[in-house]
């Protein structure tokens, strides 16, 4: 985008350069229209800002399109990362329970017995 208006620029300066040297006029006709003593310079400068407002309105549209695709992406983001704090609760809740268990299952064992503890997964 940069770019483009870097040149943009430079063309500006090259319309600006073509004014200059070319003051004299000429008379001209366009779509059934006369115009009698016309600098020249006039029809390379509307020229110039149609296909400039075009291209600006390109980027501009470029831009919203970007913006919006990027709105929806932090969306995206924020949605997984909710999922992924909910599994991490998840996670140390079961954890806490799983180490409970074990707990309460360490504390009924029998001392002297020579029973297997259950396994826990």
Do not use: C
């Amino acid at each position: 985008m940069g770019v483009v208006l870097v040149l943009l620029v430079v063309i500006f300066f090259l319309v600006g350069a073509f004014a200059v040297e070319n003051g004299g006029g000429a008379s001209m006709s366009f779509l059934g229209y006369h115009l009698p003593n016309v600098s020249l310079w006039v029809p390379t400068a509307i020229a110039v800002a149609a296909v400039s407002a075009l291209l600006l309105v390109y980027m501009l549209l470029g831009g919203i399109k970007g913006g919006v695709r990027s709105v929806a992406s932090q969306h995206r983001t924020r949605e997984h990362e909710d999922a992924v704090n909910e599994l991490r609760a998840e996670n140390l809740r079961l954890r806490e329970e799983n180490a409970a268990l074990r707990v309460r299952v360490e504390s009924h064992a029998e001392p002297g017995s020579s029973e297997p503890e259950p396994k826990l997964s």
